[in-house]
C-alpha cells in the first residue's frame, strides 16, 4: 500500500473515531453527577479528538498505527455501553449503583491513555509538539481519579462483549471488512460521508480548531487539511451570525431570537476588545464542551447601529434610535449648525436633545453579568484542562478583560479557585503565556482591599514570580514588576515578597541598573519603599547593598524601629567602601540611643558603635561626634547600681577600639577638667580597675587600652610611674595565669611592653608567682596547635632582661631546654604546615636560649650550654630560617658564646717523661706508643677547641655562615653578624691567623658592602673597626683594594664630618693608613686603633 493510501486509510479510520467521540461527548453533556465524574469524562474525550485532529492535519505525513486506532475505537464502544446502562439505570427498576458506573468510566479514560502511550515516538518525531501533547495527556488520563476511584465489573461485562462481537466480525470475510472500513476512492475521504455520519463528527473540533491549532503554528494548510472544511456541519442562519454561530455550537431557544440581529460586521480574526468582552468568546475558547449552554449573544437591541458594539451609555434620539452617547455626540460635532443635526440612522431632522434610556442601560448590565460569570466558567474550563498555548492565552486574556475594574468578578474568580490553577502555569515557557499570566495577576491584585492580594501572595509560588524579573523578554521583566508592585501594597505581601529567595537582591539590582532599564528601575524603587513595611526587608536590602533605608529608619524611625536597625547595623556585613558612609550617618543617632534611658535602646546602640569602631579608618567620624568624652563617662562614672546594663563593659570596648585605631589621644579632653587620655587621672583609673578584680571582659579592654597608650612615649612613662606608685605589677602578673585565654594573652602583651622600663621588677616578681615562669613555656605537640599564647608567652621569657640571674636559673631545668629544642625541631620540620603564630613561637624560644648564654659564668649554664652544643644550634638556625629576628638571635647567642672561648681553650698537655726514662724496664715492656698521638690546636684560640666545649666558631662552621648574614637586608641581623664575628679578631686570639682566615672568605669585600647597604651609627663603628684590623696587620694586602672603592673613601669621609666621636675616630685613622690624610692629624694614635668598639 503506498504512503498516500495510508494517510486515506489512516484519515478514514480517524474520522470515523472522531464521529463516535462526538457522539459520547454529546451524551454525557446531558447526564449529571454530584462528582461532576460525566463532564470531567467529556472533558478528556474531547482533548483526545483534539490530539486526533492535530495528527490528522500537522504539516508532516503523520499516520497513527492501526492498532491504536482499534483499541480507541473499543474504548469508545465501551463508553457507548456504560452510557446505556446509564440510561437503563435511571429507570424505576434499575439495579445499577451510579458509583460503578463513574468506576467504569475511570476505567474507559485510564485504557485510552494507556493506549495513547503505545503510540511510537518515531511516528511523532517530525511533529516534536504532538509528542509533547500526547505524552501529557496520556500520564493525566492514566493517572485520573474519576468518581470514587473503585474498580468496576461492569466494565469488565462490557470488554467481554466487545470481545465476543469482535470475535464474530473475524468470521467475516476480510474482502468484505475492508469494503466497508475504507472507501475505495481515496479522495473521498469526509466529503462523501453521509448526513447521517456528519453529524456523528463533534460541532467542536471545527475549522476554526483546526486553524487555530495548526495554521498558527504552520501558517498555511496541506492538502488535506483543506478538505477538513468539509467537516462543518453548523447551519448557519444569515451572513452576520456566521462567525458567532460557529463559535457558540447550537442556540437554546431563548437565543434563537438571536436570528432577527440586523447585519453586523464581526471580523472573527479582527475582534475588538467590547466584543471580545462581551459578545464573543475567542476561537480557541469556543471548542470547549457546553460553552453554548454558557454564553449568551448580545441582542439586537444591545448593538449601537454607529459602532456595531455594545453600548456602555445608551441615549435615545427623538426619532426613537438608540445609539451610543460618544458616537452620537461625535456624530452631531461634524455639523457645523446645530439646524442641521439629522438622525445618524433614519436621516430626520432633530430638535431635541438626547435622553438617556436607562432601562436599556440596566439590562445590558444584567447580560454583562451573566456573560462574564460564564466567561469565568469557561476560562476555568480552559486552565483546568490546560489545552493548547493559544486556548491558555485567551484564556487568561478573558479573565483581564472581565475582571478589568470589576471587584465582584474578581471575588467570583477567586471563589472559582481559579488563582489556584494559574500557579501551574508560573513554569511555563512560553513568554507570551508568561506575560498574559502576570498581567491578569496584576488586575485582580488591583483592588481597594488585601484581600486579593493576600489571597495571590498565599497561593502563587512568589519565587517563580521573582525568576521572572530576570527574564530576557523585557515585557516579561516590566510585568512581573508591575505585578509586585500592586502586592506590595499590602503589608502580609511584602512579608512575603522578602521571605521569597533572592527577591529583594534582584530587586536592588534593577533599581540600580537605570541606564539600561529605566521603567524597571523606577518601579523597583517603588517596590522597595512599599517593602520597608517589614522591618526584616530592610535588612536584607542593607545586605543587597542598598542601606540607605536602614540608615534613614535608623535616623528618623520611631524608637522601637531604632533599636532594630541598630541590631541589624550589627548583624549584616558592610562592604569597606561604604563603612564611612554609615559611621557618619548612624553615629549621631546610636549615640541618641545611648544617652537614652530605654536599657534595650543603650544596649543596642552600643553593640553597634562597637561595630563600627572596629573599622579603623571611621576613628575621626567617632572624634568629631564627641564619643571619646561619653565612653570615658561610661566607664568611670556609671555604676551597676544606677544602670542595669552596666555599660562600662561596651564602652571600654569601643574606647578600646578608637585608640588601637592610631587616634592621637593626647590632644582629646575627657572631662570638664581638662584631663586627657594619657593624663594621670586617666591612667589611674584604668589601673585601679584592672586591680579591682573586674570582670574578665572588661579587663581585656582595658589592657586594650593600655597597650595603645604605651605605643606613646609620654603615656607610657605615666603607665609606668602609675605602676610603681601602685605596686600593680603583681596583679597585672596574676592575670597572665587567667583561664581566660585572651585575657592571658593581652596581660602577656602589655608585660611585654613594660619590660624595658621595669624588665628586673617584672622578673622578680614572675618568680615569685605560683606556678611561673615554668608555665610560661607550653610546647604543643604538632606545630600547627600553636597558639597566640604559646608565642607571647616564650616572647616575654625572651625579651625580659638577660642578665637577671634569678629568672634564668628558675628557667635552667633539663626538661624545659630539652623541650626547647624539640619545638625548635619541630617547627623546623613542619615547613610551611604551621599555625600562624609558629615564627613568633620560634622566636620566642631561640630567645630563651639567648639569654642563657649571657650568663655563662654561672655553672648551671655553661653545664647547659655544653650540654645541648648550643653553638651547633645557634649556627644551624642561621641558615635553617626565614625570620630575620631568628638570624639576629643566633648570631647574638654566638657572639657571647665565642666570647668564652678563650677562657675554655686549653693548650694540650704534654707528659713527663724524665721519671719514665729513669725506670729500667726491658725494651719490650715500654709503655710509650711507638707512634706519637699528635692533638690538634686551634690556630686562632691557640689551643684545643671544639664546637660542644669551647663554643669555637671555626669548629662549629659558623664564620661562613656569619660572613654569609652580612648579606641580609636587616641592618639588626647584619650588625648582630659583624659582633659575632668582632670575636674572632680581638687582641686575646691570633688575630693573624683570624685576618688570614677571613681573607680567604672574602670577608672584606663583605664588610665594605654592608657598609655602603647600611647607615647605622653602632653597625658602621664595628665595619671600621675591622676594615681597621686588616689595615692595620695586613698593611699594603688590603690598602690598595680597600682604597680603590670610591664609594667605601666618600662614606669614610662622610662619617669623618658627620659622625659621633668613635664613628668619627675610626674613620679618620682608615683615611690615613688608605693615605687619604697627612700623618700629623691630633687624632692618630696607635694605641686607639688597637682597641675594640
Not at 563600627?612 to 561610661?634: D, R, T
Amino acid at each position: 500500500m503506498s504512503t498516500q493510501e495510508d494517510i486515506t486509510t489512516n484519515d478514514t479510520l480517524i474520522g470515523s473515531l472522531l464521529g463516535s467521540i462526538s457522539e459520547v461527548i454529546r451524551s454525557l453533556e446531558l447526564l449529571k453527577s454530584e462528582t461532576g465524574c460525566f463532564l470531567e469524562c467529556a472533558c478528556y474525550f474531547y482533548r483526545v479528538s483534539v490530539v486526533l485532529m492535530e495528527i490528522q492535519t500537522g504539516e508532516s505525513s503523520i499516520t497513527c498505527p492501526t492498532d491504536v486506532i482499534e483499541s480507541l475505537s473499543e474504548s469508545i464502544e465501551a463508553a457507548k455501553y456504560l452510557l446505556e446502562i446509564t440510561q437503563e439505570s435511571n429507570g424505576p427498576e434499575s439495579t445499577t449503583d451510579l458509583t460503578s458506573i463513574e468506576a467504569g468510566f475511570q476505567g474507559v479514560v485510564k485504557q485510552i491513555g494507556e493506549t495513547l502511550q503505545s503510540i511510537p515516538e518515531a511516528i511523532i518525531d517530525e511533529e516534536e509538539y504532538i509528542g509533547v501533547v500526547v505524552q501529557s495527556l496520556s500520564n493525566e488520563m492514566q493517572n485520573a481519579n474519576i468518581g470514587d476511584g473503585s474498580k468496576s465489573e461492569i466494565l469488565q461485562n462490557i470488554q467481554q462483549k466487545i470481545s465476543e462481537r469482535r470475535t464474530q466480525e473475524e468470521l467475516v470475510s476480510e474482502e468484505q471488512i475492508e469494503t466497508d472500513l475504507y472507501p475505495s476512492d481515496p479522495e473521498r475521504k469526509y466529503g462523501d460521508l453521509s448526513e447521517s455520519q456528519m453529524s456523528e463528527i463533534p460541532d467542536i473540533p471545527s475549522q476554526s480548531t483546526i486553524v487555530s491549532s495548526s495554521q498558527r503554528k504552520y501558517g498555511t494548510q496541506s492538502e488535506s487539511q483543506s478538505q477538513m472544511s468539509e467537516i462543518v456541519d453548523i447551519p448557519s442562519q444569515s451572513t452576520y451570525v456566521s462567525s458567532i454561530q460557529r463559535k457558540y455550537g447550537t442556540q437554546s431557544e431563548s437565543q434563537s431570537q438571536m436570528s432577527e440581529i440586523p447585519d453586523i460586521s464581526i471580523r472573527s480574526t479582527n475582534v475588538s476588545s467590547r466584543q471580545r468582552k462581551y459578545g464573543t468568546l475567542s476561537e480557541s475558547l469556543s471548542m470547549l464542551p457546553q460553552v453554548t449552554q454558557f454564553m449568551e449573544p448580545p441582542y439586537q437591541a444591545f448593538i449601537c447601529p454607529l459602532t456595531k458594539e455594545v453600548m456602555e451609555d445608551p441615549v435615545t434620539t427623538e426619532t426613537g434610535v438608540t445609539c451610543e452617547r460618544q458616537a452620537v455626540t461625535e456624530w452631531f460635532d461634524k455639523f457645523g449648525d446645530s439646524d442641521e443635526i439629522s438622525c445618524p440612522v433614519t436621516g430626520q431632522k432633530l430638535t431635541t436633545g438626547l435622553s438617556p434610556n436607562l432601562v436599556l442601560k440596566t439590562i445590558i448590565g444584567e447580560w454583562k453579568v451573566r456573560n462574564e460569570a460564564a466567561r469565568i466558567k469557561v476560562a476555568h474550563a480552559a486552565l483546568s484542562l490546560g489545552g493548547s498555548e493559544s486556548m491558555v492565552i485567551d484564556a487568561l486574556r478573558d479573565l483581564q478583560m472581565t475582571c478589568e475594574g470589576k471587584e465582584y468578578n474578581k471575588l467570583k474568580v477567586r471563589e472559582a479557585g481559579i488563582i489556584q490553577l494559574l500557579d501551574r502555569y508560573l513554569s511555563y515557557r512560553s513568554k507570551d503565556v508568561r506575560y498574559e499570566l502576570l498581567q491578569l495577576l496584576k488586575t485582580l491584585a488591583d483592588e481597594d482591599t488585601d484581600e486579593g492580594k493576600e489571597m495571590i501572595v498565599n497561593t502563587l509560588a512568589m519565587s517563580c514570580v521573582i525568576k521572572f524579573l530576570g527574564s530576557s523578554h523585557q515585557t516579561v521583566r516590566h510585568a512581573a514588576l508591575a505585578l509586585l508592585l500592586e502586592l506590595s501594597k499590602s503589608q502580609h505581601a511584602c512579608k512575603k515578597i522578602g521571605n521569597a529567595t533572592g527577591a529583594i537582591l534582584m530587586l536592588v539590582t534593577s533599581k540600580y541598573n537605570e541606564e539600561s532599564d529605566a521603567f524597571a528601575s523606577e518601579t523597583a524603587d517603588q517596590i522597595l519603599k512599599n517593602l520597608e513595611k517589614f522591618p526584616h526587608n530592610i535588612k536584607q536590602m542593607a545586605e543587597s547593598g542598598l542601606l540607605e533605608p536602614l540608615l534613614i529608619h535608623l535616623a528618623e524611625g520611631s524608637e522601637e524601629t531604632q533599636v532594630v536597625m541598630a541590631a541589624y547595623l550589627v548583624e549584616i556585613d558592610i562592604g569597606h567602601e561604604k563603612k564611612i558612609n554609615v559611621a557618619e550617618k548612624a553615629c549621631p543617632a546610636l549615640l541618641r540611643l545611648v544617652q537614652s534611658e530605654n536599657i534595650e535602646a543603650r544596649r543596642a546602640a552600643f553593640k553597634a558603635l562597637a561595630h563600627i569602631s572596629l573599622y579603623h579608618p571611621n576613628k575621626q567620624i567617632l572624634v568629631e561626634v564627641g564619643i571619646i568624652k561619653i565612653m570615658v563617662e561610661e566607664i568611670f562614672t556609671k555604676r551597676m547600681f544606677s544602670d542595669l546594663m552596666n555599660s562600662r563593659n561596651e564602652a571600654a570596648t569601643i574606647l578600646a577600639n578608637i585608640l588601637e585605631s592610631g587616634v592621637e589621644h593626647e590632644t582629646f579632653e575627657v572631662n570638664t577638667t581638662g584631663h586627657t587620655l594619657g593624663s594621670d587621672y586617666f591612667v589611674y583609673n584604668i589601673i585601679q580597675m584592672l586591680k579591682n578584680s573586674s570582670p574578665d571582659d572588661l579587663n581585656i579592654d582595658l589592657i586594650r587600652i593600655l597597650l595603645s597608650l604605651s605605643k606613646s612615649p609620654r603615656a607610657m612613662a605615666t603607665i609606668v610611674s602609675v605602676i610603681k606608685e601602685t605596686d600593680a605589677s603583681f596583679a597585672m602578673i596574676e592575670l597572665i595565669n587567667n583561664p581566660h585565654e585572651e585575657l592571658g594573652v593581652g596581660a602577656l602583651k602589655l608585660l611585654i611592653a613594660l619590660t624595658p622600663f621595669i624588665g628586673h621588677t617584672l622578673s622578680e616578681r614572675l618568680c615569685k608567682t605560683r606556678g611561673q615562669p615554668e608555665n610560661l613555656i607550653q610546647c604543643p605537640a604538632e606545630a600547627n596547635l600553636i597558639t597566640e599564647k604559646h608565642a607571647v608567652s616564650a616572647k616575654l621569657l625572651a625579651k625580659l632582661p638577660h642578665q637577671n640571674l634569678t629568672l634564668n636559673l628558675a628557667l635552667v631545668n633539663e626538661s624545659i631546654v630539652s623541650e626547647i629544642l624539640h619545638a625548635i625541631h619541630l617547627i623546623q620540620r613542619s615547613g610551611t604546615r604551621t599555625s600562624r603564630y609558629a615564627t613568633d613561637f620560634l622566636e620566642g624560644l631561640v630567645g630563651i636560649l639567648v639569654r642563657f648564654t649571657t650568663t655563662l659564668y654561672e655553672p648551671q649554664m655553661m653545664y647547659l650550654a655544653k650540654n645541648h652544643d648550643l653553638t651547633s644550634v645557634f649556627a644551624d638556625l642561621l641558615m635553617k630560617t626565614s625570620s630575620d629576628e631568628v638570624q639576629r638571635l643566633s648570631a647574638t647567642g654566638l657572639e657571647n658564646l665565642s666570647s668564652t672561648t678563650m677562657n675554655l681553650s686549653r693548650a694540650p698537655q704534654v707528659r713527663n717523661t724524665k721519671f719514665m726514662g729513669s725506670l729500667s724496664m726491658p725494651r719490650s715492656f715500654s709503655l710509650r706508643s711507638s707512634k706519637k698521638k699528635q692533638v690538634e690546636t686551634c690556630a686562632i684560640h691557640r689551643g684545643v677547641c671544639s664546637a660542644k666545649a669551647t663554643f669555637c666558631l671555626v669548629e662549629a662552621n659558623a664564620v661562613t655562615k656569619l660572613l654569609a648574614c652580612l648579606q641580609s637586608d636587616k641592618t639588626e641581623v647584619v650588625e648582630s653578624a659583624l659582633s659575632a664575628i668582632c670575636t674572632l679578631l680581638d687582641d686575646k686570639v691570633d688575630v693573624e691567623q683570624s685576618l688570614n682566615m677571613l681573607s680567604g672568605m672574602n670577608a672584606v669585600e663583605l664588610i665594605i658592602n654592608a657598609v655602603k647597604e647600611h647607615k647605622k651609627e653602632s653597625l658602621l663603628q664595628k665595619a671600621f673597626w675591622m676594615i681597621d684590623k686588616f689595615l692595620i696587620r695586613g698593611g699594603q694586602r688590603y690598602a690598595f683594594g680597600i682604597s680603590q672603592d670610591r664609594m667605601l673613601s666618600g662614606m669614610l669621609v662622610s662619617a669623618f664630618h658627620r659622625g659621633d666621636g668613635n664613628t668619627r675616630q675610626m674613620a679618620e685613622n682608615i683615611l690615613r693608613r688608605l693615605d687619604k690624610m697627612p700623618s700629623f692629624s691630633v687624632y692618630m694614635t696607635e694605641r686607639v686603633t688597637s682597641e675594640t668598639p
